[in-house]
């Protein structure tokens, strides 16, 4: 048992792919420092994202609710009436803080919500939020930025994590315990320093090369990697430097990390914090010609990395092969803190990794095409969209298989132990076996308890401009 609250330091990584993690077994040392606490960390290597894109990922975070549970298929969000994890937190006695570049993690979401400050910056608007010893140590870096709108960098991210570092080197050890949130950044466009990619190209890639990649992704339009009319050779070259510049972006946030937990040890916080690096959900990198997130549940969009710093007193690390899901993290949280998730969202699914109980099956849910299937297809002719017409879509994943319905009855089963690429669809309509899993998912689907729920927010110009540029918005 933890003597007091423990102060939590919840990290996402946008967009972050376990199997790029070195510490997960990755081929390149894209996570040296996470590598190097291994032995005080546990490594949850079945770890899945409730949906394949931010909003509801992370509000099924924040609720330990699954999106069907808030009607997600018809764009609906929990009502206020329904508690986030920071508002528990924060009448448990926790000074809460966020601080997010991301429009969707934002207050116009609703995401501050038992905050007490939340810093939220994007490009223009940084000067009054940001401590100013921040912007001074960062002002090189915005001035490249703004002479040079091709600086292959992102700086937000630093200025995010310098501010967080001041505000831990700021806390003492009162009395009164923390909850800081970060949502950091592997999301695409992959832009980083020259000196964090080169490490990770393969031999061969030109700059030229390179400058292409990245003005691509700067003009939002992702799919333009995976088009007919490039040769496979040519597809598969543009997947190498995605790839390439994805694990850049892991190996910097490694380093985020790094310097974050230093500042928690110089402070004496350290022992008594838990400090939990996920991601909301996972990336395609050219697998099935895929890009981005969000078009299929397979597993690279669904599996996410789960790395657990316990308080000192709980002594759990190691290699863990449990099947979890991150709405698992908010129960999680708040045992810690002292409470239990559904005395405060009794609808909510996730179970406390701290205890005994276990999952039959987690679940994952994409809806379908936001406008349409003829309007992808007027949009990106030169596209197979009509290949993911599934309309919406959810995935129960168990240790060993995993179902995924289709409102449209093109329903899928696929072996993990077997068949871990997911490349042979064992559902056939006839097939016992297939029927099973059918009902299965038709009375969860029926069951599951739902809450109140209202539309969702409508964003302001600068915020949908902020998200047209991450791939999100026409």
């Not at 990619?197 to 890639?205: N, Q, S």
């Not at 409508?458 to 918005?473: P, S």
């Amino acid at each position: 048992m933890v003597p007091s609250k423990p102060n939590i330091l919840f990290i996402v990584i946008d967009s972050a792919r376990p199997d790029h993690f070195g510490v997960y077994g990755y081929r390149k040392n894209t996570t040296p420092f996470l590598a190097s606490a291994a032995s005080e960390t546990a490594l949850y290597l079945d770890a899945s994202a409730p949906a394949a894109w931010t909003r509801p990922a992370m509000t099924s975070i924040f609720t330990g609710l699954y999106p069907q549970q808030y009607d997600f298929f018809s764009d609906r969000y929990p009502q206020e009436d329904v508690a986030l994890i920071p508002e528990i937190l924060s009448r448990q006695g926790y000074r809460v803080t966020a601080l997010s570049n991301n429009p969707y993690m934002s207050p116009s979401t609703g995401f501050d919500r038992g905050v007490d400050r939340f810093y939220f910056v994007y490009p223009g608007r940084f000067l009054n939020v940001l401590a100013r010893r921040v912007i001074l140590r960062n002002l090189p870096v915005i001035v490249r930025q703004y002479v040079n709108r091709r600086a292959s960098l992102k700086f937000l991210p630093q200025m995010i994590n310098d501010q967080a570092k001041t505000l831990l080197g700021q806390t003492r050890a009162d009395g009164t315990p923390f909850f800081m949130y970060l949502h950091h950044d592997a999301h695409h466009p992959y832009l980083s320093d020259r000196k964090y990619l080169k490490p990770f190209l393969e031999p061969g890639i030109s700059e030229a090369e390179i400058r292409l990649v990245e003005d691509v992704q700067r003009s939002g339009n992702m799919y333009w990697f995976s088009r007919e009319s490039h040769s496979p050779a040519e597809r598969e070259r543009y997947y190498t430097i995605l790839r390439a510049m994805h694990d850049a972006s892991i190996y910097k946030n490694d380093i985020f990390i790094k310097e974050l937990v230093e500042t928690l040890k110089t402070s004496g916080l350290y022992d008594n914090t838990m400090i939990v690096v996920t991601a909301d959900h996972g990336e395609y990198l050219g697998e099935r010609d895929l890009v981005s997130h969000g078009l299929y549940p397979y597993e690279e969009s669904v599996r996410v990395p789960l790395i657990i710093k316990f308080p000192k007193e709980c002594a759990m690390a190691g290699r863990r092969d449990r099947l979890v899901s991150t709405i698992d993290l908010g129960p999680t949280m708040l045992e810690l803190a002292g409470t239990d998730m559904r005395k405060h969202v009794p609808e909510a699914q996730g179970i406390s990794l701290l205890g005994d109980d276990r999952h039959e099956f987690v679940v994952t849910e994409r809806k379908n095409f936001a406008k349409g299937l003829d309007y992808w297809k007027t949009t990106y002719p030169d596209h197979r969209f009509e290949e993911f017409d599934y309309g919406c879509m959810i995935s129960f994943k168990t240790s060993k298989r995993k179902f995924v319905w289709s409102s449209k009855d093109k329903h899928a089963l696929f072996n993990r132990e077997s068949d871990p690429g997911e490349t042979n669809n064992l559902y056939f309509p006839d097939d016992p076996r297939s029927k099973t899993y059918l009902n299965r998912a038709r009375e969860w689907i029926e069951k599951v308890p739902r809450v109140r729920t209202g539309a969702a927010a409508d964003l302001d110009e600068k915020i949908k401009a902020h998200l047209r540029g991450l791939g999100y918005l026409e």
